[in-house]
């Protein structure tokens, strides 16, 4: 029996009456703002540096410790989430984990300021727990997701679902360091605290399960068993969880370090830094929705991710290059980059979880969003140190060397018929 069915018996007649399949945009909604408002935390705090290094008294290195914290929170609990995921359903643990995030922001916009006297090892914790409670929707909401649309749609869905990762990081980079400019710490904790409880009430209102079908399943589907082999004993499984940590250096290189690079290097404020992310992630997003629209028509994800992977490594050695050039080409090679490094992340989920199946896809997700987080928090430990030992354009090479690794990494097409989920 699968865990919808499961649901299925306790939900009353009027419930299986309300939730039919039409719902299932309003859960892809739900998910979206999920998503977004712990995006627009994890990738609105990194863009708020340079003001953090000078209001919490940090040094780069100690910075970039502060920043991977995030990182590592998210890493060292993904798994863990997805087997809850698995185990409890998508709705407990979206509501558990939106507000017991939003609750801790709150905490810290009311005590882990420069103005309170926050060090670094309070405000590197407070993120590393903040990562560990918001990435749960990591998992949560792509199960959701790939638990209400069928195969036909499945990517496109799950497409714009990580949309909501460069969209909400777009809304968090554009705002978060101006509210910490202008107004300090205590607005900047307060935005996306408000951004996850209100994620919380859509989920309580609006996520339910699917109702089982009335019917039986049309022919050449498959309905997903308890007897499915876990994801986290099969190697092609961790292949493209590697590969997506290795394509996922460029983006985290971008993502925390492009306004302490321009600052530093060609004297720019923040503002172009932030628009420079911006583009990236918003040109990220449609790059993910179109991806995913195109696979679900002809297949193809795992070279799909392939072609994207060699892209970004082109334009990151491209970065590498114009290090010394003048500041438009610099900026326009990192947003390149940037753009490419975002856009393969719904096609890697959406097969990640297709692989699985039904009952394994929260750990799959937990395993890709494992290996995606651990790179979040190794990569802004190892930027300060190489820029101390190297140069920036060293920096920027090494991301292109990590895309280039991720494509003979990723696996090949697929030979055999895969566990899928039941269209709905």
């Known amino acids: 029996m699968t865990i919808t069915q499961q649901h299925g018996r306790n939900l009353s007649s009027d419930q299986r009456r309300s939730y039919g399949p039409r719902h299932r945009w309003v859960v892809l909604s739900v998910g979206v703002g999920a998503q977004a408002a712990f995006s627009a935390m994890f990738s609105g705090i990194p863009v708020t540096g340079v003001a953090m290094r000078s209001g919490y008294h940090l040094s780069t290195e100690a910075l970039g410790l502060v920043l991977a914290c995030i990182g590592l929170g998210v890493a060292a609990s993904d798994i863990v989430w997805g087997l809850l995921t698995d185990r409890f359903g998508d709705r407990r643990v979206l509501l558990t984990g939106l507000t017991s995030t939003g609750a801790l922001l709150a905490v810290m916009a009311a005590a882990v300021t420069p103005q309170d006297g926050a060090g670094v090892a309070l405000l590197g914790l407070c993120l590393a727990v903040a990562g560990a409670l918001g990435g749960s929707v990591n998992g949560a909401s792509g199960r959701a997701v790939m638990t209400w649309f069928g195969e036909g749609e499945r990517g496109f869905a799950m497409s714009i679902r990580q949309t909501a990762i460069p969209v909400g990081g777009a809304v968090g980079v554009a705002v ?3 509210l910490a400019g202008s107004y300090g710490f205590r607005a900047a904790y307060a935005v996306p605290a ?10 309580w209102r609006w996520l ?14 498959t309905p997903a068993t308890s007897g499915t082999r876990s994801p986290l ?21 971008v993502l925390s370090f492009t306004a302490i690079f321009l600052h530093d290097v060609k004297g720019e404020g923040a503002f172009l830094a932030s628009l420079t992310v911006v583009i990236a992630q918003l040109g990220g997003g449609a790059a993910r929705i179109w ?29 590498a290059v114009l290090t010394g050039a003048p500041t438009p080409l610099t900026v326009a090679a990192l947003a390149v980059g940037g753009v490419l490094a975002n856009a393969w992340h719904g096609v890697a989920y959406t ?8 009952d394994r896809a929260g750990t799959a997700l937990g395993l890709l969003g494992t290996t995606l987080f651990a790179t979040g928090f190794v990569t802004p430990l190892l930027v300060p140190a190489v820029v101390a030992h190297a140069s920036w ?3 920027w090479a090494l991301a292109a060397a990590a895309s280039f690794l991720a494509v003979p990494l990723a696996p090949g097409a697929a030979r055999a018929r895969r566990p899928t989920f039941r269209a709905r």
């Open 194 to 203: 408000a951004f996850c409880l209100a994620a919380a009430a859509a989920t």
């Open 291 to 319: 991806t995913g629209r195109r696979t679900d028509r002809t297949g193809g994800r795992r070279t799909h991710i392939r072609a994207i992977g060699a892209l970004a490594g082109l334009a990151m050695a491209g970065a």
């Open 393 to 395: 354009a060293t920096v």
């Open 351 to 358: 097969e990640i979880a297709a692989m699985a199946g039904a």
């Open 233 to 253: 004993r099969r190697w092609d499984v961790w292949r493209l969880a590697l590969a997506g940590a290795l394509l996922t250096v460029p983006q985290f290189a």
């Open 176 to 178: 978060l360091p101006w």
């Open 208 to 221: 339910h399960e699917p109702t089982p079908p009335a019917t039986p399943a049309a022919p050449g589907t």
